[in-house]
């Protein structure tokens, strides 16, 4: 069972490190900087380059994408202890599902409370409809035990 927990960690830790480098890399091409979830333009990121494009075109191509953001937010520590201490009563077999719900139920209630923060993202509107569908008030345990139930009805 230790062993197990601790291969989970590391697969999450390395998937957590693997996401970091690729947007890193991407905002190094793209000359732009990393956006902060919390408060706009991350404070450690380097500045932009110059730019030598027209305006117009520039902001369509450096919109930061709310995809990013949610990978960005959803691998964090922070987000992983809260789904963990969210499931922590979560029969062994729906821990992963919990946690799955539980973090998008913790990512849609970050999203609905600042909203005005995150306006001008691509998938804006997309991830604005698909969180008008989700209750942020269920039990993630509950809902894993229902979503497991009703798989089970469906192959029987």
Not at 12 to 26: D, F, H, S
Not at 36 to 41: Q, V, Y
Not at 93 to 114: D, K, S
């Amino acid at each position: 069972m230790a062993r197990l927990l601790a291969a989970l960690v590391a697969a999450l830790a390395c998937a957590a490190a693997a996401v970091n480098l690729r947007r890193e890399r991407g905002a190094r091409a793209r000359g732009t900087a990393e956006m902060w979830p919390f408060s706009g333009p991350s404070p450690f990121a380097r500045s932009a380059p110059a730019a030598s494009k027209p305006a117009a075109v520039e902001t369509a191509a450096a919109a930061p994408r709310i995809e990013d953001l949610k990978d960005q937010v959803m691998l964090s520590s922070a987000f992983g202890k809260k789904t963990q201490a969210l499931c922590a009563e979560a029969p062994q077999e729906e821990v992963r599902r919990c946690r799955q719900l539980a973090g998008e139920r913790l990512f849609c209630a970050l999203l609905h409370r600042h909203m005005d923060k995150y306006e001008g993202m691509q998938g804006i509107s997309a991830e604005k409809e698909r969180c008008s569908n989700v209750d942020i008030m269920e039990n993630a345990v509950e809902a894993a035990k229902d979503e497991h139930e009703q798989e089970e009805a469906a192959q029987a």
